[in-house]
């Protein structure tokens, strides 16, 4: 069974201890430094659209990519019910305003194309093939999507897909789990969590030979009463430090800008667990 098939049913269950709201400020803010304050951004590995939706409310058009349909159809799901609401609120403003033809152009909130605040463009893709319809002016990618990719090989042509479709000022920003929060922080190691709606036994193991993580994931999933279907997944994950990345993406014609501890204006440190990197096309 492939990453996330099932795991993205409950995935953002067992991630609502990530604090998205400040992942968005701190990559918004890395876009307006870098002088992306508006237009089109692709996210790649987008999940469950969680920061998608966050970078679109904060004025970028967002086009959001990922390899699983099984996450895509949440993140679908999630706009269109964020759609309604936002349209519910619309209505009943006007039934309370003395100006309801205001809103006489609203129409009403049964379909995802006559919504108001639609327009994400969700794209059933794996990255390392990544086809858009135009160039863009930033790609961006974060909770750790690049780790997934494990050979160098794939990695630098993911470089070179976004290469290809980023605008000549455009900029490109991912992040990374780093060699130290593999080996030393997961390590071999059990990390188990028990809740109502699901649980999930994640086995740890890391190969420093190959700088690969190996995660097997044992889920129990609510599906009616009290009946909990039992799924498994195993994931793969590669570190990759600095200097190869900066190899890799000169390789594709970029260069890298920046690196920073994650969430700071800081630079990378032996302990960084996550780090974020900025690269442009090479000019």
């Known amino acids: 069974m492939g990453a996330y098939?099932?795991?993205a049913r409950v995935y953002d269950l067992f991630m609502d201890n990530v604090p998205y709201e400040e992942w968005g400020s701190y990559l918004?803010?890395?876009l307006r430094e870098y002088g992306i304050c508006s237009?089109?951004?692709a996210e790649l590995g987008c999940g469950t659209g969680k920061m998608t939706r966050l970078l679109a409310a904060a004025g970028y058009d967002m086009i959001g990519v990922d390899n699983s349909e099984e996450m895509l159809e949440i993140a679908r799901e999630a706009e269109y019910e964020a759609d309604a609401w936002s349209a519910a609120?619309?209505?009943d403003e006007a039934?309370?305003?003395d100006e309801p033809e205001e809103y006489a152009e609203l129409g009403e909130p049964d379909e995802p194309d006559e919504l108001p605040n639609g327009g994400i463009l969700y794209l059933l893709e794996d990255m390392r093939e990544l086809e858009l319809y135009g160039s863009v002016c930033a790609v961006v990618s974060v909770c750790d999507s690049m780790n997934y990719i494990l050979e160098e090989a794939d990695l630098r042509e993911v470089f070179s897909r976004v290469h290809e479709y980023l605008e000549e000022d455009g900029v490109f920003i991912f992040d990374l789990n780093t060699v130290y929060k593999y080996r030393d922080l997961l390590g071999e190691t059990t990390i188990a969590e028990n809740r109502e709606e699901g649980s999930f036994i994640w086995e740890n193991y890391f190969d420093e030979a190959s700088a690969v993580n190996e995660y097997d994931l044992t889920l129990y999933i609510r599906e009616d009463g009290a009946t909990y279907r039992r799924f498994e997944e195993v994931h793969y994950q590669r570190a990759y430090d600095l200097?190869?990345?900066?190899?890799?993406?000169?390789?594709?014609?970029?260069e890298l800008l920046a690196a920073y501890d994650a969430f700071t204006k800081?630079?990378?440190k032996e302990d960084?667990?996550?780090i974020y990197v900025v690269a442009r096309p090479r000019r």
């Open 243 to 254: 200097k190869t990345i900066d190899r890799l993406l000169a390789d594709a014609g970029m």
């Open 89 to 91: 609120e619309a209505w």
């Open 39 to 41: 237009g089109t951004v």
């Open 5 to 7: 098939e099932s795991f």
């Open 95 to 97: 039934d309370e305003t």
């Open 266 to 268: 800081e630079p990378v």
């Open 272 to 274: 960084s667990e996550r």
């Open 28 to 30: 918004t803010g890395l």
